[in-house]
């Protein structure tokens, strides 16, 4: 078998130390690494620089994307100091971007009429819109919805599309549907809660209530629903978002939400400060609920409780109340906790396999592997240049699978293994094919949350490398960053964006390898079995 040795390999900056974690502060609780996350309110270069504000602000569509995230997103976007506020990723700009443009040419294709809105003339907007509406325009774009009271607005909409429908209203013969656009492929829970928002308001303007909602999506594919099939859904959580409008604040809650929140500057750092239980990964917001009602409210809490007590009084199953328990014994700890050997196998050609894709086109453009044998590693990216190319890419990359039959191949987390899933569907691979390279695929996420626990808040690949000494050539480099910089490429032909991509994607190839021979190189830490020592009920 030939050798997958490169010439001059390069060294990788963070590997030296990969065996041996690094070391973390021993003061508070669990600390992040140095980032947006540990800059106290908001303060670094990721930061609006906007005056302080803490108006309140009118009850919006957009309340409910945030709620569904986080109930305390939502309040902060009401009560928040705008100050404190992170700006928009570059991911999202590009999501913002992408959505305008889908939905400017939706919008020219349907020759609908639009009804000017600058931001600040409500009231004007709102009766633009009623006057389109009472005149039947067929179909009315940027339409302005309100409702409140006391000479106030409320509640505001500015829907993407109204369409036209017959039946009687106010209006005369016709009323009106909510049509919104997206550049998702597909329907998100979110989306259909904005559609009965806009379509509550909707009926006060029109005195009747429609009875459907719309959505066009990133396809051009239509996808219509029953509003009655979301009222009561929508009606509860319309309720709590107006008592979080009217200032009731949701508590503390940390997870992996909190990576893309705009607010992480200001709920993280005090989750830290305090110890908060939700630091400790995989649990639940509805646990911790009841965690509180009990007293046991922060890491170390928890870490005395008798997992018996933990799963009795949030029925989490046996099995996950001492998973809890044990990882947030090793965040008490400040160390590793060994659970269990993985039985990694030694030697041979090892292949580490990472993909990158854009979550909502569904379209994948770069499936790497790193290589390893006895003399050697390399890096090999199977790329498709422009999104007609995937097939392409898959079935090389394939071919390369095939042609190291015996050798394992890692990946982290799910994401290989269901895109892997996707392909052989879309391109026909024979059912042979597909079980043989099934059967070789191995998860190093299951191994890990399986053989350890680290004292760490979340288990992505890249909190785990970076635990254990791996770092990532560009600081800013991210899964969806990678998406943000093959866009790029597509849009404008430069390279340059095209090859971070693929250096990214190397780096986590190697940072699953980093992986893979720390756990082959177990036990490390303590035995969990040393941690066991818990404190009654009656003690916490």
């Given at each position: 078998?030939?050798?997958?040795?490169?010439?001059?390999?390069?060294?990788?900056?963070?590997?030296?130390?990969?065996?041996?974690?690094?070391?973390?502060?021993?003061?508070?609780?669990p600390?992040?690494?140095r980032?947006?996350?540990?800059?106290?309110h908001?303060r670094?270069?990721?930061?609006?620089?906007?005056?302080?504000?803490?108006?309140?602000?009118?009850?919006?569509?957009?309340?409910?994307?945030?709620?569904?995230?986080?109930?305390?997103?939502a309040?902060?976007?009401?009560?928040g100091?705008?100050?404190l506020?992170?700006?928009?990723?570059?991911?999202?700009?590009?999501?913002?971007?992408?959505?305008?443009?889908?939905?400017?040419?939706v919008?020219?294709?349907?020759?609908?009429?639009?009804?000017?809105?600058?931001?600040?003339?409500?009231?004007?907007?709102?009766?633009?819109?009623?006057?389109?509406m009472?005149?039947?325009?067929?179909?009315?774009?940027?339409a302005?919805?309100?409702?409140g009271?006391?000479g106030?607005?409320?509640?505001?909409?500015?829907?993407?599309l109204?369409e036209?429908?017959?039946?009687?209203?106010?209006?005369?013969?016709h009323?009106?549907?909510?049509?919104?656009i997206?550049?998702?492929?597909?329907?998100?829970?979110?989306?259909?809660?904005?559609l009965?928002?806009y379509?509550d308001?909707?009926?006060?303007v029109?005195?009747v209530?429609?009875?459907?909602?719309?959505?066009?999506?990133?396809?051009?594919?239509?996808?219509?629903?029953?509003?009655?099939?979301?009222?009561?859904?929508f009606?509860?959580?319309?309720?709590?978002?107006?008592?979080i409008?009217?200032?009731?604040?949701?508590?503390?809650y940390?997870?992996?939400?909190?990576?893309?929140?705009?607010?992480?500057?200001?709920c993280?750092?005090?989750?830290?400060?305090?110890?908060?239980?939700?630091?400790?990964?995989?649990?639940q917001?509805?646990?911790?609920?009841?965690?509180?009602?009990?007293?046991?409210r922060?890491?170390?809490?928890?870490a005395r409780?008798?997992?018996?007590?933990?799963?009795?009084?949030?029925g989490c199953?046996?099995?996950w109340?001492?998973?809890l328990?044990?990882?947030?014994?090793?965040?008490?700890?400040?160390?590793?906790?060994?659970?269990?050997d993985?039985?990694?196998?030694?030697?041979g050609?090892?292949?580490?396999?990472?993909?990158?894709g854009?979550?909502?086109t569904?379209?994948?453009?770069?499936?790497?592997?790193?290589?390893r044998?006895?003399?050697?590693?390399?890096?090999?990216?199977?790329?498709?240049?422009?999104?007609?190319?995937?097939?392409?890419?898959?079935?090389?990359?394939?071919?390369?699978?095939?042609?190291?039959?015996?050798a394992p191949?890692?990946?982290?987390?799910?994401?290989?293994?269901?895109?892997?899933?996707?392909?052989?569907?879309?391109?026909?691979?024979?059912?042979?094919?597909v079980?043989?390279?099934?059967?070789?695929?191995r998860d190093?996420?299951?191994?890990?949350?399986?053989?350890?626990y680290?004292?760490i808040?979340?288990?992505s690949?890249?909190?785990?490398?970076?635990?254990l000494?791996?770092?990532?050539?560009?600081?800013?480099?991210s899964?969806?960053q990678?998406?943000?910089?093959?866009?790029?490429?597509l849009?404008?032909?430069d390279?340059?964006?095209?090859?971070?991509?693929v250096?990214?994607?190397?780096d986590?190839?190697?940072?699953t390898?980093?992986?893979?021979?720390?756990l082959?190189?177990?036990p490390?830490?303590?035995?969990?079995?040393?941690?066991?020592e818990?404190s009654?009920?009656a003690?916490?």
């Open positions: 078998m030939r050798s997958l040795v490169e010439p001059n390999p390069r060294a990788r900056a963070g590997e030296a130390g990969a065996k041996k974690p690094a070391g973390r502060q021993k003061e508070g609780w600390r992040l690494p980032g947006p996350y540990n800059q106290m908001g670094g270069r990721e930061t609006e620089r906007t005056s302080p504000e803490r108006t309140i602000r009118m009850l919006t569509a957009t309340h409910f994307y945030s709620y569904a995230s986080c109930p305390r997103w309040y902060l976007d009401m009560h100091d705008r100050g506020r992170h700006a928009p990723s570059e991911f999202l700009q590009k999501l913002l971007s992408d959505g305008r443009h889908h939905e400017r040419a919008l020219e294709q349907l020759g609908a009429e639009r009804v000017g809105f600058d931001g600040k003339d409500v009231e004007g907007a709102v009766a633009r819109t009623a006057a389109a009472a005149a039947g325009v067929p179909r009315i774009a940027g302005v919805l309100a409702a009271g006391d106030r607005v409320e509640r505001l909409g500015v829907a993407d109204l036209r429908v017959p039946g009687r209203s106010r209006l005369g013969g009323h009106y549907e909510v049509v919104e997206k550049t998702a492929r597909r329907v998100k829970p979110p989306y259909r809660m904005q009965a928002f379509s308001l909707l009926a006060g029109q005195g209530a429609p009875q459907h909602a719309h959505l066009i999506m990133g396809d051009d594919r239509r996808e219509s629903f029953p509003l009655a099939g979301v009222r009561g859904r009606e509860a959580q319309l309720a709590r978002l107006r008592e409008h009217a200032g009731h604040e949701p508590p503390v940390v997870s992996s939400t909190c990576t893309t929140c705009p607010w992480r500057g200001v993280v750092p005090q989750a830290e400060a305090e110890g908060h239980v939700s630091l400790v990964y995989g649990l917001r509805e646990a911790v609920s009841r965690l509180d009602g009990r007293g046991v922060t890491c170390t809490d928890l409780l008798d997992p018996a007590c933990l799963d009795e009084w949030t199953g046996p099995s109340a001492r998973r328990v044990g990882q947030a014994r090793s965040l008490m700890q400040d160390g590793v906790v060994w659970r269990d993985p039985r990694l196998p030694r030697g050609v090892e292949l580490f396999f990472d993909i990158e854009d979550p909502d569904d379209a994948l453009y770069l499936f790497g592997v790193l290589a044998d006895g003399h050697g590693e390399r890096y090999v990216p199977f790329l498709a240049e422009r999104p007609e190319e995937e097939a392409r890419a898959f079935l090389a990359c394939l071919e390369f699978f095939e042609s190291y039959p015996q191949i890692y990946h982290y987390h799910h994401y290989e293994r269901t895109s892997l899933r996707r392909l052989v569907e879309r391109y026909g691979v024979e059912a042979a094919r079980e043989r390279l099934a059967a070789r695929l190093l996420s299951a191994d890990v949350l399986a053989s350890c680290l004292p808040r979340s288990y690949l890249k909190a785990v490398a970076r635990y000494g791996f770092e990532w050539t560009q600081h800013n480099s899964a969806v990678s998406v943000v910089w093959f866009s790029s490429w849009r404008t032909g390279r340059g964006c095209l090859e971070r991509a250096e990214y994607n190397s986590d190839c190697r940072a390898r980093v992986l893979k021979d720390w082959a190189s177990g490390h830490g303590v035995p969990e079995e040393e941690t066991a818990s009654t009920p003690a916490v």
